[in-house]
């Protein structure tokens, strides 16, 4: 399989699978001298992990960043950047019988019509892909640091469980990795922790929403139409498995109030034009407007369950009864958290270097 490309400038290339030898990515259009080592790009490997905490995968992974080329003495080069992870923990005999039998919820069925197998652990289309999307985001934070830009992710939702209030940016820095949930909010992070506990306890898998939020990005960057800033943002985020959905400021809500509402007035503000409030979520006309991007994707609740489904056995054409076994995720939203802040830094490098 050829690998997977995203962006212009700040070039993505994704390769391997969840059962091959490794996944890898290769960063083409980074500038020379990014401070960025590997304990940058590990730490942030190390977020999105399995076997962190009971609420997660315990798939054992060391998910140790090997780094092949274009980094050097703690700097970008300029050059092609290449890093892989190994795969070690695999079992692949547990999905021996989805060629035959495809899971509810997953890639099978399609794929099977497509290129004729289903893949041990989903190939491609397997969560664990996203390594790439960290690895390359990773280096795209330490960029963007560099241009007084950041990222930063949390669980807004998490099954029935909401997040209310609005944290500030400090709080998100200072609590959302401090725990399971990946929530800024102790006591929410608390109950989301005990929603997914329930599930998991069940046999069973919830969802939910992580929010995003960019600083810094000056106003007029991006392209109108086609190439807009939401239309890059969608396109790479609905690269994560298990993303359905994704709004951008107001979002679905927005379209319930009236314009007088959801209209965001300007002020002067230090001496520069700013909005009130950020209806728009930082993006208008497709371009960047100076404020704080923010946006939310869904995550659906996790294909892979304990419970018995109903599938059919396509060989045959026959109704069956399927038992997924193995080591699965109760709720893959709260290890997509860190994935979401990485795919949105790899879009805003783009989109800085394209100018």
Known sequence: ????????????????ASHADYVGVEVIGCPAGVN??????????????????????QRKEDDEAIIEAGIKNGKTTG???????????????????????????????????????????????????TIAFVIAGAIAKKMLEAKGVSTMAFSRQIGTVRLESEPAD???????????ARCPDP?????????????????????????CR??????????????????????????????????????????????????DEYEVKAGKVAAKTN???????????????????AVKPTSSIFKKQKTVNVKEMKAEELKIEGRHDPCIAIRAVPVVEC??????????LMG
């Open 1 to 16: 399989m050829d690998p997977f490309i995203f962006g212009d400038k700040f070039k993505v290339l994704v390769f391997g």
């Open 36 to 57: 960025v080592s590997k304990q940058d790009i590990q730490k942030m490997l190390d977020l999105r992990k399995p076997g962190q905490n009971a609420l997660t995968s």
């Open 79 to 129: 050059g092609t950047i290449r890093v892989i992870v190994k795969n070690k923990d695999t079992r692949s005999k547990d999905y021996s019988k989805f060629s035959q039998t495809p899971r509810p919820g997953h890639a099978d069925y399609p794929a099977l019509i497509k290129y004729g197998k289903v893949e041990p652990g989903g190939g491609f289309f397997s969560g664990r892909m």
């Open 170 to 180: 400090k709080e998100l820095a200072k609590n959302t990795y401090s725990n399971a």
């Open 187 to 211: 006591k929410t992070a608390k109950l989301m922790e005990k929603e997914i506990e329930k599930a998991r306890d069940e046999g069973d898998s919830v969802g939910g929403v992580i929010e």
């Open 214 to 263: 960019i600083n810094g990005m000056p106003a007029g960057l991006g392209e109108p139409m086609f190439a807009s800033i939401e239309g890059r943002l969608s396109l790479a985020m609905f690269a994560i498995p298990a993303v359905k959905g994704i709004e951008f400021g107001s979002g679905f809500a927005g379209s319930a109030a009236r314009g007088s509402q959801n209209n």
């Open 279 to 297: 209806n728009a979520g930082g993006i208008l006309g497709g371009l960047t407007s100076g404020m704080p991007i923010v946006l939310r994707v």
């Open 343 to 352: 795919v949105a830094a790899m879009c805003m490098a783009d989109i800085m």
